[in-house]
């Protein structure tokens, strides 16, 4: 059973940054890429970071140039550094990982619970 808890989630002003963590733990025998979603009431959840275990990154359009996501593969986390942050960044923002708990399970996708940006002034 592989695990998956952020923090690092609260109240910030317009403007300002907030650096989002997970750390993975259980039967992690690999994980290929991880990464961050964000969902806000009525609508759906949506991509907004990614990085591979080769370190290729992808970002939502609205998150390019503002946000940076990192990962430690010894310590199984990747971080989301949020800068320039806008109201419109409100939301629940949820880790994700893809992976392997051992060399013959299956590939599964993995969800941290969640935790809640705001951002207002």
């Known amino acids: 059973q592989v695990q998956l808890v952020e923090s690092g989630g609260g109240l910030v002003q317009p403007g300002g940054s907030l650096r989002l963590s997970c750390a993975a733990s259980g039967n992690i025998f690999r994980i290929n890429d991880m990464g961050w979603y964000r969902q806000t009431p009525g609508k759906q959840r949506e991509l907004v970071a990614s990085?591979?275990?080769?370190?290729?990154?992808n970002y939502a359009g609205s998150a390019k140039g503002r946000f940076t996501i990192s990962r430690d593969s010894a310590k199984n986390t990747v971080d989301l550094q949020m800068n320039s942050l806008k109201p419109e960044d409100t939301a629940v923002y949820y880790c994700?990982?893809?992976?392997?708990?051992?060399?013959?399970?299956?590939?599964?996708?993995?969800w941290g619970k969640g935790t809640l940006v705001t951002v207002s002034s």
């Open positions: 994700a990982a893809r992976g392997y708990s051992s060399w013959s399970s299956p590939l599964v996708d993995y």
């Open positions: 990085i591979t275990s080769g370190g290729i990154t």
